[in-house]
Each structure stands twice: as C-alpha cells, then as structure tokens.
C-alpha cells in the first residue's frame, strides 16, 4: 500500500504498519454486511417458506397418520387431513376411535397456528411495506454503482450535515452507522449506505475507487484514522478531508492519508474572534461564499493545457473584460504556492487554480475560458 503526503508518494513506514495494525486490533474484521434489500427479501422468503414446509409436513404427517390408524386408503386419508386443515368440516368420515379423534383435533390446532403465522408474514410482505423496501434497496444498488467522481461522505451528524448542504453541485454518498440517521439523510434526497466506513465491502459498496473525495465527519478519531487509511489504500487518487478534534490529531490524519484536516472547535473559535476584530470583512466574506440574495460568488477554476489562457498574462487575458466582470482574487499556482493579488504581468501556466471573484453569469464565462 502506499501513501500521499504532501503531494509526494511514499513507501508505508513502520509507523503507520503498526498504526494501523493497532486500529485493525481495536476494529476487528466482523461479518460481511448483507444488503438492506436482500435482507428483507431473504427473511420473508425464509419465514414463508418455513411456514408452507410445516404445512406440508402436517399434510404429510396427517396422511400416513390416518393410514395407520384408521387403515384408510391413502385417497380417504389424504381428503381427510385437507379437509380438517381447511376446517370445512367432514360430515361424511368422522374418525372412530379416540386415537383418530386425537390425531384430528392435533392437525387442526397446528394447521390453525402455523397457517396464522405464515398468512402473517405473507401480509407483512405485501401490505406491510417490505416490497416497496426491496425495490427501493435494488434502485439504491442500481445507482451506487452508476456513481461517478462523486462524493463519499462519512458521518452524517452536525458536521455531516452542513458538509452535505453545502455541495448542492454534487452527488454525494453517505454512509451511517445509526439507521434512525441514515433515514434523515435519505430523506434529504442523499444515496445512502448504512453500515461502517472502517470495512472495506462498506466502502466499495459506496464506490470508493470511482469517487473523487471523501469528507470524513465522525466524531471519533480513531475511527476517521482507519478510514482515512483504507480510502487511502483503495483510491491513492482520491482527495480526503478529515474532522479531527483536537490540534494533535491533525497529523495523525495527515499520516493516516488525509489531504486536508479541519478542526471545528478550532475553526468556530477563530471565527468568534474575527467578528470582534473584523466584524464588516467577516460579514461580507459570508455574504459572498454562502449568501443567496447576494449576486457575488468565489469560484476556483483550473487551466487546463488546451486553456485559451495558459501562457498569457493576467493583462493579455483581458479575464474582467473577457467574463464580463469576473475578478482574479489569487492564484495557486500548480507547484503550490499561493499568490494573493497577483501583478498584471503574471503568466497564467497549464495547472494553476484562478481564484476569482464575480457573478454568476460573470464565472460561468470564466468556467468556458478554462473550457471546463
């Protein structure tokens, strides 16, 4: 297995062997999750089944029962048992002796109570919602494995949530261990797998080696540790963002495979402290990137080697004229470096990231110069 840190790909050191055989101790391999719809549609089938083998044994058990017995042929003992287990009564054969009697009175209490289990079950089946359930488990499939450069997103609690909210542009895959929340999140319109991210039929099942990211929300480090090891293991190219909870569980994560660390409580201290010094730039930064009555967005667009831009610069570009409006804010330039406010001289090059300022109309004209 290898690992990304830093944009550089490197051998497994014997930290993380040992990290990761630690967690692995803490997590054992369990037993493979069966599929929600074969699920149900296993235990229906097998209840049913179960209920008609019991009804063909007393059918069975009750001929020869009357054969023996009785020394009937096997015709009158075979319309006797159907008739006593369809209580329509048998006023033209009645048992003579009390051992026959007895053997009537057993057929019809079992027929009465496993005809009542499996008339139960058949119902549930139907009129209980569990068909409605297979099929929509089998669209479920059906479209897991359509996705494509989507967004796997692990953990669907507060965090999750407003992750998820905010990429309305993308389709997104979550996956929860609680069913109570995995039901939230399906009724948010969200593909969903309920099981655990730490098992890797979980995460093939979510399309791990087709996503582009995966945003890991869960609260628990340990858990995002090995799942950042596994998505890591499964899809070396994929992009992974991770929730740690304290700072020194940030470069746990990092070593574990993830690209990128946030910390909430980190982050939500920050901002607190910035409305005090800087309350009308924070405001409007918000109004920017979250506003929806304000026209102004930021966008990220990559040059791409047939871009009309690559090899210009910022003035031969003309982008504000051009886009109709649209500003270059910074640059990220494709060996990493960040280049805020950049001179009108600078050579835009195949793999920058333009980060611009404008309207909607304004970045869709930039989206068709980086012909993305």
């Given at each position: ?36 719809a074969?699920?149900?549609?296993y235990k ?23 054969v ?22 048998f ?7 009390s ?8 057929i019809?209490?079992s ?6 289990y ?5 119902g ?7 068909v ?12 897991l ?12 609690g ?7 909210s ?5 389709e ?5 261990r ?6 939230e999140a ?14 890797d039929n ?6 791990i080696?087709r ?12 858990d995002n540790?090995?799942i950042?090891?596994t ?6 190219d994929?992009f992974i ?6 700072p020194s ?16 409580h980190?982050?939500?201290?920050r901002r ?5 010094k800087?309350?009308t730039?924070?405001t409007?930064?918000?109004?920017v ?6 026209s102004?967005?930021?966008?990220e ?8 831009l ?24 494709h060996?990493?470096?960040?280049i805020?406010a950049p001179?009108s001289?600078?050579?835009?090059e ?9 309207t909607?109309v304004?970045l ?9």
């Open positions: 297995m290898t690992l990304f840190f830093k944009g550089k790909k490197t051998k497994k050191t014997a930290l993380m062997h040992n990290l990761t055989a630690y967690l692995k101790k803490l997590y054992p391999k369990r037993r493979t999750l069966r599929n929600s074969d699920t149900a549609l229906s089938i097998r209840n049913v089944a179960l209920a008609s083998l019991i009804l063909s044994a007393i059918l069975v058990g009750g001929t020869l029962g009357f023996l017995i009785e020394d009937w042929s096997i015709l009158d003992s075979l319309w006797m048992t159907v008739i006593t287990m369809s209580t329509v009564g006023g033209d054969v009645v048992p003579p002796d051992i026959g009697r007895i053997l009537t009175i057993a019809i209490i027929t009465i109570l496993v005809g009542g499996a008339v139960g079950n058949i549930a089946f139907f009129l209980g919602g569990e409605i359930n297979i099929l929509r488990g089998r669209k479920l499939e059906r479209d494995d359509r996705c494509k450069d989507h967004v796997i997103l692990v953990g669907y507060r965090v999750g949530r407003e992750a998820a905010e990429l309305t542009t993308d997104i895959v979550v996956i929860e609680d069913p109570d929340i995995i039901e399906a009724d948010a319109g969200f593909l969903t797998i309920n099981g655990d991210a730490t098992h979980i995460m093939e099942q979510a399309g080696r996503a582009r990211a995966i945003m890991i929300a869960t609260g628990h480090i340990a540790v090995l950042s090891l998505a890591r293991e499964l899809n070396p994929i963002s991770a929730r740690g909870n304290e569980s940030e470069s746990k994560l990092k070593r574990a495979g993830a690209d990128k660390v946030v910390l909430p980190q982050i939500g201290g607190m402290a910035a409305f005090l800087y309350p730039v924070v409007f930064l918000d109004l990137m979250q506003s929806d009555d304000l102004l967005r930021l966008q667009f990559k040059v791409s080697d047939t871009c009309c690559n090899s210009k610069t910022l003035s031969e570009s003309d982008i504000r004229k051009e886009t109709g409006g649209a500003l270059i804010m910074a640059i990220k330039r060996t990493g470096e960040m805020v001179e001289d600078y050579s835009i195949a793999g920058d990231l333009l980060i611009a300022l404008g909607d304004a869709e004209n930039v989206c068709k110069l980086t012909n993305q």
